[in-house]
């Protein structure tokens, strides 16, 4: 084999590896980069998960909505905006729903040390417990962007684990409600949705459509039998009914 045939090989490895690393940092359905959560558990189950809040614009007409229809949900917020609602974030909690870790600044972690995750994964930390005593289980990395580093910073300390999701509803601009509920109707059982309350930077941000949305499909997917369960529920091994 020549040289050139060799470095050929070598560079078309080193290309195809970093397309690989580039997807599991990205794609909701990768393990190279840690195990995580990413389905309801039961084809029986729509799992609802809400990043970005807590929005008091917003989340406390959608937990009224979530109630209406004994629906519960995973709530991914940041630690900023947590400190600033810390009575929000407890009536999340006294609810019933669960309340996952999305950081306190909601960076791209690809790119952070494991210290500087820590912090950040800390802070949030810090910030939900003050309110409710009770510090997250359950992690999301901002737009499920992650490294090798996040699962070693995971397994350090003790999390339960990394959640991600099934379906994405690119929720996270304004539009027309029509266009979220008809983006909805490809739901199926099993699926773990992505949703958002809030924003990143803006406290009080417009989920107008994330509202309008749900009150259409709810009362819908409640009607045909699906059950909403919460991370912890999600996690949990399915009964031997449930495997098939």
């Not at 840690?34 to 309801?40: D, E, I, K, S």
């Amino acid at each position: 084999m020549s040289g050139q045939t060799v470095l050929s090989l070598t560079a078309g490895g080193l290309v195809l590896g970093a397309g690989v690393c580039a997807w599991a940092a990205v794609s909701p359905s990768s393990d190279l980069f840690g195990r995580a959560v990413h389905r309801a558990g039961s084809p029986r189950s729509i799992a609802l998960t809400f990043d970005d809040g807590p929005n008091p614009a917003i989340t406390p007409t959608l937990l009224d909505l979530l109630d209406r229809y004994r629906a519960r949900a995973t709530f991914f917020m940041i630690g900023r905006h947590a400190r600033s609602q810390p009575a929000l974030v407890r009536e999340v909690a006294a609810r019933g729903h669960a309340i996952g870790n999305h950081t306190d600044t909601h960076p791209n972690l690809i790119w952070l040390l494991p210290a500087r995750i820590e912090e950040e994964l800390a802070r949030c930390q810090d910030a939900v417990a003050a309110a409710t005593n009770v510090a997250p289980r359950w992690m999301r990395p901002p737009y499920g962007f992650r490294g090798p580093q996040l699962s070693r910073v995971l397994r350090r300390g003790g999390w339960a684990g990394m959640v991600l999701w099934t379906r994405a509803m690119f929720d996270w601009k304004p539009q027309p409600p029509d266009r979220m509920i008809r983006r909805m109707a490809r739901v199926r059982g099993g699926e773990m949705l992505l949703m958002h309350d809030g924003d990143p930077v803006i406290e009080r941000s417009d989920r107008a459509h994330v509202l309008r949305a749900l009150e259409h499909w709810l009362p819908r997917w409640a009607d045909a039998g699906f059950e909403f369960p919460t991370i912890d529920d999600s996690a949990r091994p399915p009964l031997p009914a449930e495997a098939n």
